[in-house]
């Protein structure tokens, strides 16, 4: 394997050198490693920093080279292990844990096994694909902050809608707000799973980018908490002829059958988390990090923190585009629109989602109206 040494924050990492003809994409290469992936890595080390005390244990369950881990014991100083079940990749986590002189565990273990029978403060799960197969051994592990990405992005979000029900046991739709619908889906399923542990989730910080996803949960442990945590699970009501939606809390949800603005037939995407994404508090505590930082991707992983932390919490959005197409009318500013919703009495917000996307409590009769003035 032919390898070079590059820097990311302020961590020095050898890689193995990605021949564009040959090894692209990156997860042809000997062992995994994406260049692109620099944003997620700088906003893992700041969220890991802003919510752990330096005695927390972290695993990084599915290594590759090691360029997470070895960040987050460099960069953040927590008591870090490595794990990869392919020899390759094991030789480089080691080298790459001495090149930076720290004192890392590298293990070489089937990640399931490993989280089933060891106990970790902060579990990352970054797997090529699916995070589907590790979630049960990752719940089971953890006991202070999950860590996950997930770049099957079409499953989540209802473009392969079989493949989303076989991996997630939920329902997803491919609705104009389908990558929040995604991240809704992958919530939902690891508190179900969490709950069988008696364990509960509160969101910090869920974010959909280019090809993946990535959610940094707290977690707790009691019966009760997770009881509470159940019932921010639930189902979206959509309807395909007029954009309509709405949401209802619980397992045992009873839904309209008809769209109670057009009458069509409504479509049932769940069960999904309905709660919140973000945690104010948590995204500032993630901004102060990513400010005093030395980050190559600081200004993008401040923009996008910026922008969830003023996300409304509701759990779909409309994008203008779309409703100005339909009313063949040409879309003002996102900027100017919020005000107008404002200025109408209604709550609104931009959303990471989508730069031509809004959230509001306004009914889409409402939004119309405010649209054609
Ligand atoms: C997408 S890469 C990880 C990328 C890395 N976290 C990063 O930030 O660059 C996924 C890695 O998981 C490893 N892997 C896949 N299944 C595994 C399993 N069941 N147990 C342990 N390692 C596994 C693969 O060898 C591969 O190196
Ligand atoms: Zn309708």
Redesign the pocket.
Known sequence: MQTKMIQEGSTKIIVPILDKETNYPP?SAP????PR?ELC?DLSVACVAAFAGKRNSYV??????G??GVRIANEVGLDVAI????SQ?HELIKKNIELNRLSAKALR????VLLSESHFDIVDI???GSPAPFIDAACRSVSKMLCITATDTAPLCGAHKASGIRKYGAIPLKTEYHPEMGVRILLGAIARNLARYDKSLAPLLSYAMEHYFRVYLAVEKGAAKSNEMTRQVGFICHCFGCGFRSWKYGLAAHMPEKCPSCAERISLAGPLWLGRLHDRKFCNLVLDELESRKLGTRKRAMRLVRLCAEELEIPTYYDQHTICKELKINPPPIETFIEMLHEAGFQASRTHFSGTSFKTDAPLGEIEKILCR
């Open positions: 997860s062992v995994f490693y994406n992936m890595r990084d369950a599915l290594g590759a080279t360029i997470r794990n990869d079940w392919s990749a273990k089937n990640a399931s970054d797997p090529f």
